[in-house]
């Protein structure tokens, strides 16, 4: 493994977004997590309400690739961000949408060194269609009267000791970042928002036993002793104004988080864990990678970042899988990757 992995003095540190990976599948996690084989965001970044100008470091910004879904989704995702942190309050219709264009646009220029790439142009303008009648929405809908925002956007985390890990780690050291911390005064219970860009709202939502929800609720009630109720996803809907982009483009999926719920989460949890300090251990001994099974499904194709370097695609792997890293994100990245 890498030098650089997430295990320090004993501790594997995870995110619930890296344990999710290793469940859709454990050949996803060692790239990304292990390996941190995917392309680095720009830093820093900028204030996305404020018209302070800021330099990209170019070093950390992959410039020649085109625009994807996933950043289409990353740039509607900073208008719910700055809606809650209340970066429009106070402002009328019209310069509310001056500033959904301006955040969306800064948040671009941390993604890319040239926003006017068509890729991007497109990107931009999905992302602005998409999210401009978001405030509007949550304000006339009334979804959060009695609501306090509590935190957004604030890593959470707890400590898990692991007698059985043995190997390289004794602990795992577990965080998350939910979108959405609120309190309801009416119940004086706190609840986890979540808001996803998705292609339809149709069927769209989370599952009742939403792995990442449940897990954000699960962390905050270790984290804090508080008790969280409810999880929920503020769905964005990817539309433009066309005929076939029709009402409704928003719509919040709840799930209530019982105490059931929590349990089976905990358990579910401790299992995988297990199973990744299994594979952990193993590759920690010389065993190689290719060990690790895939999971092809379309996630492959669509959400996985690292699956140019992967020989479960149809594409196979010329060489080693870092002659393709290197390959697919230019020679001067190639230091990355080296062992």
Not at 163 to 185: I, N, V, W, Y
Not at 235 to 262: C, E, G, H, N, W
Request: net charge negative; charged share 30%.
């Amino acid at each position: 493994m890498k030098d650089d992995t997430p295990i320090e003095e004993g501790v594997l540190n995870l995110r619930l977004s890296d344990v999710r990976a290793w469940l859709q599948c454990p050949r996803r996690f060692y790239f990304e997590v292990l390996e941190q084989l995917y392309p680095q965001p720009a830093t820093p970044a900028a204030d996305a309400a404020s018209e302070v100008e800021y330099e990209v470091d170019e070093e950390f910004v992959v410039t020649e690739r085109p625009a994807k879904r996933r950043d289409e989704g990353t740039l509607v995702h900073t208008i719910p961000e700055a809606h809650y942190r209340g970066e429009f309050d106070g402002l009328d219709e019209l310069e509310r949408l001056e500033a959904v264009d301006r955040i969306i646009d800064l948040r671009a220029k941390e993604l890319t060194t040239d926003i006017h790439e068509k890729s991007w142009v497109d990107a931009r303008r999905y992302a602005k269609a998409s999210a401009r009648g978001f405030s509007t929405w949550i304000g006339n809908e009334g979804l959060d009267v009695g609501k306090e925002v509590v935190a957004v956007e604030e890593r959470i985390g707890d400590r898990l000791p692991f007698s059985r890990a043995g190997g390289p780690f004794r602990e795992f050291q577990l965080t998350g970042q939910p979108d959405l911390m609120q309190l309801d005064h009416m119940t004086e219970e706190h609840e986890v928002g979540d808001h996803k860009h998705v292609q339809t709202l149709k069927n769209a939502g989370p599952r009742d036993s939403d792995f990442q929800l449940v897990g954000y609720a699960w962390l905050y009630e270790r984290a804090t002793g508080e008790r969280v109720s409810w999880a929920y996803q503020n769905l964005m809907a990817r539309s433009l104004q066309t005929a076939r982009a029709t009402p409704p483009f928003y719509r919040r999926v709840p799930i209530a988080i019982t105490d059931d719920k929590l349990r089976a989460f905990e358990e579910h949890l401790r299992t995988t864990l297990a199973d990744i300090a299994k594979w952990v251990n193993q590759l920690d001994l010389g065993r190689p990678p290719g060990h690790l099974r895939y999971s092809e499904t379309l996630l492959c194709g669509w959400m996985c970042r690292t699956q140019l370097v992967c020989d479960a695609m149809s594409s196979g792997v010329q060489g080693s899988w870092q002659e393709t890293a290197n390959a697919y994100y230019g020679g001067k990245y190639s230091e990355v990757f080296d062992d």
